[in-house]
C-alpha cells in the first residue's frame, strides 16, 4: 500500500475549521464572536464533544486565524 507520504514527502497539511463573517463586518462584532466563540472551546461539555471526534479544539485571534488562511492558500494556490 502507497501512502500519501511516500508520493508527496513534503506534503505537511494542517486542517482546520473556522468562524468567517463577511468583509467589512465590524471589529466589535467580530472581537465579540471571538471572544465567545473562544469561551466556548474552554467549556468541558464542547471540548469532550470535538475531542470524540478526534479534534482537538484550539482557539485564536482573528488576526492569527487570517495568517493561518493566507498561508494556507499561499500554500495550496495555483
Known amino acids: 500500500m ?3 507520504a511516500q508520493v508527496y514527502p513534503r506534503l505537511q497539511v494542517d486542517p482546520w475549521y473556522g468562524v468567517l463573517v ?3 463586518t465590524s471589529r466589535e462584532i467580530v472581537s465579540a464572536l471571538s471572544e465567545a466563540i473562544n469561551a ?5 461539555a464542547v471540548r469532550k464533544r470535538f475531542e470524540g471526534l478526534g479534534v482537538m479544539p484550539r482557539g485564536t485571534t482573528p ?3 487570517a495568517e ?3 498561508a494556507d492558500t499561499e500554500k495550496f494556490a495555483p
Open 68 to 70: 493561518i488562511i493566507a
Open 22 to 24: 463577511l468583509s467589512g
Open 63 to 65: 488576526e492569527n486565524f
Open 2 to 4: 502507497v501512502t500519501e
Open 40 to 44: 466556548g472551546l474552554q467549556e468541558p
